[in-house]
């Protein structure tokens, strides 16, 4: 496993990424399992006025993946309650589906402007569970992040991070944490993610790059 650049305790935090607790809470709904075993949770009610600044600048289009999965196109019921056909031979070329397709599954999809061609899809489903890599600095243990639905984010075995929340956001993962001697203060990362699969995930940013395998994986070995 590699991390490139990173010191979890150490990391210079830029103030452009803090983001209060009265913008968290605008945080809405995360259709929770395949199948179509879905479940909505519910957040506190938003001021209107922030949820529009943190969830109407969202590109991404969130949906359910239909059962209509073929080998260039797919359907997605989108949110609102419309299905739309998406090319999808460009996002497959340029291994852009992250998580693969499965029926039931929510999609988190970058289309272009006419919704007509996906570009990139993320399952959602397929990015939920507790995932870990050896400790970068001693190697002794494993770390980790645990995502669960409805945004939530926890550490495993680590104090110096603690997590919060995470959302996908224009195509991006957005994580939510709290370090250690910094208080109460909420820090945002955005990470591109590289690679998803049933048990892999990578992600990084222009810093940090974090290779990960699932701990159920691990565990099995």
């Known amino acids: 496993m590699k991390l490139k650049g990173m010191s979890e305790s150490l990391k210079t935090v830029n103030m452009k990424k803090y983001l209060s607790a009265l913008v968290l809470g605008a945080t809405s709904v995360i259709l929770v ?69 499965h029926s039931g599954c929510k999609l988190a999809t970058i289309t272009d402007d006419a919704k007509t061609k996906a570009e990139l899809i993320i399952n959602e489903n397929s990015l939920l569970g507790n995932w870990v890599m050896l400790n970068p600095l001693d190697g002794s243990s494993y770390v980790g992040i645990r995502i669960k639905d409805g945004g939530i984010a926890e550490s495993i075995e680590q104090s110096t991070i603690i997590y919060k929340t995470w959302r996908i956001v224009d195509g991006k993962l957005e994580i939510t944490l709290v370090r250690e001697g910094g208080g109460d203060m909420e820090e945002i990362n955005v990470y591109d993610i590289t690679k998803l699969d049933s048990d892999s995930l990578i992600y990084e940013d222009s810093e940090d790059f974090f290779d990960y395998i699932r701990q159920e994986k691990l565990s099995a070995e």
Do not use: H, W
């Not at 949906?63 to 739309?84: W, Y």
């Open 33 to 101: 399992s395949c199948g179509n075993k879905s479940a909505q949770q519910q957040t506190p009610e938003a001021d209107p006025f922030i949820e529009s600044m943190v969830v109407n600048d969202n590109k991404t289009l969130f949906g359910i993946c239909s059962d209509e999965i073929g080998e260039n196109s797919i359907q997605l019921i989108v949110d609102s309650g419309d299905t739309l056909t998406l090319d999808i031979t460009e996002a497959r070329e340029n291994n852009k589906i992250l998580g693969g397709l």
